[in-house]
């Protein structure tokens, strides 16, 4: 139960992320590149504190885990600058759910190299992701196709980030699961640190107000990555990231309580048969992950 709950902190501060990113990126003068750079370096920051708590007694050499550890950031960063440009033009209520494909585009891709086969059913969870993904995109506004294509392509970059970090966590196997998790997260977000030190000649001169606005997106994915990484270490991958897919839910919860309020502006309000038909695609979309993951 514990594991449980925390995997759902992960789904929450998931959610408050999105919107976080749409507070800021929606603000007057302010680029999803100011985000990824300001958002990461904050990140950087919190993980070069985390680092000393994690380190072990001992390493294997840097040339065994620097490969993947730069995977993980790079691919993790590309991924997502595709997603704050997604977030830019659609409600995050609307993105948040379609991020949980990356199951399935992951299980496509081990699928692709050979390393794994789909049952039946598992195509059939598939079907089902697919079809809640198409009610999402009729229900309200419709997502234009170049919207979903910028999902897609962070989906597919999470992928690689994914399968980065597997590697490393591999790489790391002197060590417990947990703590090889969160070491390889405080290395992933120290290379997120770097990185985004190096965009800052790109972009105008950070002022204050930039740094604060972009905090809250770093406090709330950091906490997030924190919570989840936890629930990993007391309920297998599985079950957790079958936890982690409420999140769709989640988000779609809080827009609409941020419309109702009168927040237009970080999320469209709409009728109560949409919010019911998305409310129905994000559960269409986490039973096609239960079904996906259970019997996989």
């Not at 300001?38 to 000393?52: K, N, W």
């Not at 050979?114 to 198409?134: C, N």
């Not at 606005?213 to 270490?233: E, S």
């Amino acid at each position: 139960m514990i594991g449980v709950f925390l995997g759902l902190m992960a789904a929450l501060f998931q959610s408050l992320s999105y919107l976080c990113t749409k507070a800021f990126i929606r603000s007057s003068h302010r680029t999803t590149l100011d985000l990824l750079a300001l958002g990461h370096i904050v990140m950087g920051v919190f993980a070069v504190v985390l680092l000393p708590f994690v380190w072990p007694a001992s390493m294997p050499p840097l040339i065994r885990y620097a490969l993947p550890t730069m995977g993980a950031a790079l691919f993790y960063m590309t991924g997502q600058a595709f997603l704050f440009i997604a977030l830019f033009r659609v409600d995050a209520s609307r993105i948040s759910p379609l991020l949980s494909m990356k199951v399935f585009l992951l299980a496509l891709l081990t699928l692709a190299l050979g390393r794994g086969s789909l049952s039946l059913v598992q195509w059939g969870a598939v079907a089902m992701s697919m079809g809640a993904a198409w009610v999402l995109a009729g229900s309200g506004e419709r997502i234009a196709w170049g919207s979903f294509g910028w999902v897609f392509l962070a989906c597919s970059c999470y992928c690689g980030s994914d399968l980065s970090i597997r590697i490393l966590v591999e790489r790391l196997d002197h060590l417990d699961y947990t703590h090889a998790i969160l070491l390889s997260t405080s290395l992933t977000y120290i290379v997120c640190g770097l990185a985004g030190c190096a965009l800052l000649p790109f972009l105008r001169r950070p002022t204050m107000d930039m740094w604060l606005k972009a905090t809250p997106f770093a406090v709330t994915w950091f906490v997030a990555m924190i919570f989840l990484f936890a629930c990993f270490g007391l309920i297998d991958v599985v079950y957790g990231n079958i936890v982690q897919s409420t999140r769709g839910l989640i988000s779609i919860l809080f827009g609409a309580a941020l419309a109702a309020r009168g927040y237009e502006r970080l999320e469209q309000k709409v009728d109560t048969g949409v919010l019911v038909r998305r409310i129905g695609a994000a559960l269409l979309m986490t039973g096609a992950i239960v079904l996906f993951k259970l019997v996989g």
